[in-house]
């Protein structure tokens, strides 16, 4: 079945205590991406991955790492989570070509609280 | 710098009514992507719908339509007969994307809020 998995689904965790959050995808897509969701907010996109070794930072880059050492993979690390990074984090991939509208595919969400 | 904006935080609909509900965005590209995306509780990401800015016709999928407005940089999503399944988040979103350079980011809106009434 061709889907994105995030791991953990629900994390609890304390200011400072480093973390990361697991992206993998089994379709072969190119690009890969972290997004945060906070009520009244929508979704805002963290960075993104065009392929391996490539990231950007999108909208809302402080406080977050990634990399892209595998093209399945592309976990989010937070190096030192304080409580505003408490958050629904999503990470989506879809296909990248100059011609398309290639449409993202969605993991579950990883649900982080931060005391 | 890109914005796409959702005035309605939450709409409410009989069943088996018509629904719009409305974006706006602001851009200075001529090429991009518009979508509309779906959460209902279970929290997870649906696409409903989507439009290339480069195409007058909007697009449609079954009961849901756009009504894509370039010049108005407007894009409002209409549901027709109205379902109970309907009822969720609604977000709004933008994507452009410059190949050459590597760009190919999304912006979304806030979100609106449908509630299906029986």
């Known amino acids: 079945e061709a889907q994105v998995t995030q791991n953990p689904r629900y994390l609890i965790t304390v200011t400072g205590k480093k973390l990361t959050v697991t992206c993998s995808q089994n379709m072969n897509h190119e690009y890969m991406s972290w997004y945060r969701q906070d009520p009244g907010l929508g979704l805002r996109q963290i960075y993104y991955?065009?392929?391996?070794?490539?990231?950007d930072k999108g909208d809302v880059p402080e406080g977050y790492k990634v990399s892209r050492k595998e093209k399945r993979n592309f976990p989010l690390i937070l190096e030192s989570p304080s409580p505003n990074q408490t958050s629904l984090y999503f990470c989506a991939s879809s296909l990248y070509s100059g011609t398309g509208h290639n449409e993202q595919f969605f993991g579950p969400g990883t649900r982080l609280t931060v005391l | 710098a890109q914005t796409v904006t959702q005035s309605q935080p939450e709409m409410s609909v009989q069943e088996a009514e018509t629904v719009t509900l409305s974006c706006t965005y602001d851009t200075s590209e001529s090429d991009y992507y518009l979508f509309w995306y779906k959460q209902p509780p279970s929290r997870q990401m649906i696409l409903v719908i989507r439009?290339?800015?480069?195409?007058?016709q909007n697009a449609t999928e079954n009961r849901f339509s756009v009504n894509f407005q370039k010049a108005a940089k407007s894009f409002s999503l209409k549901i027709s007969d109205s379902q109970l399944g309907d009822a969720a988040m609604y977000f709004c979103a933008y994507r452009f994307d410059r190949y050459t350079s590597g760009t190919y980011k999304y912006i979304f809106g806030t979100g609106t809020r449908l509630k299906v009434l029986a």
């Open positions: 991955s065009m392929n391996v070794e490539v990231t």
């Open positions: 439009q290339e800015a480069y195409k007058q």
